[in-house]
């Protein structure tokens, strides 16, 4: 039986080209996300970053599978030293007065079961954190540094 991927989806008061600076730019990223320095949105290009959580630090290793600007980023993510291939996606879609932000993350329960950081509650939790309350705070951000 196949497991429903992990669905996270936000509409925010944002054009996708500023999404998509939020998504792509080392220097924005870091602003909401994680410091990824480096990162480019370019098909095969490889990158890392750590994540933390009760003390014990994750390195996430990934690699960009797809990226279409202002539309669509794929990439993979996995765990250095653990088991498991997984697929994020973040797709963009142009809504009156914003854009739609939907996240898919694909095969979370490849991870290791005997690993609670790898439950699948916790990344429901995490994106839902990351997507709903970091990237929001972000944008409202940028937006009255805008206007």
Same mark, same amino acid.
């Given at each position: 039986?196949?497991?429903?991927p @992990? ?12 999404i ?8 924005? @990223? ?33 690699e960009?599978?797809?990226? @279409?600007p ?5 990439h ?19 809504k ?7 996240l ?26 990351? @997507? ?7 944008l ?8």
């Amino acid at each position: 039986m196949a497991v429903e991927p @992990i669905i996270v989806e936000r509409t925010f008061e944002a054009s996708p080209e500023t999404i998509w600076q939020a998504l792509t730019n080392p220097d924005e @990223i870091k602003k909401w996300y994680f410091d990824i320095p480096g990162f480019e949105p370019k098909v095969g290009h490889q990158f890392q970053f750590t994540g933390e959580n009760e003390g014990r630090t994750f390195l996430h290793l990934c690699e960009v599978k797809e990226a @279409i600007p202002h539309q669509k980023l794929v990439h993979t993510w996995r765990y250095q030293g653990q088991p498991g291939d997984t697929l994020v996606t973040f797709e963009l879609t142009p809504k009156q007065n914003g854009t739609r932000l939907k996240l898919t993350h694909a095969g979370t329960e490849t991870f290791p079961k005997d690993n609670p950081d790898l439950a699948r509650k916790n990344f429901e939790a995490g994106w839902n954190f990351i @997507i709903g309350t970091s990237l929001q705070d972000y944008l409202e951000k940028e937006n009255k540094l805008n206007k």
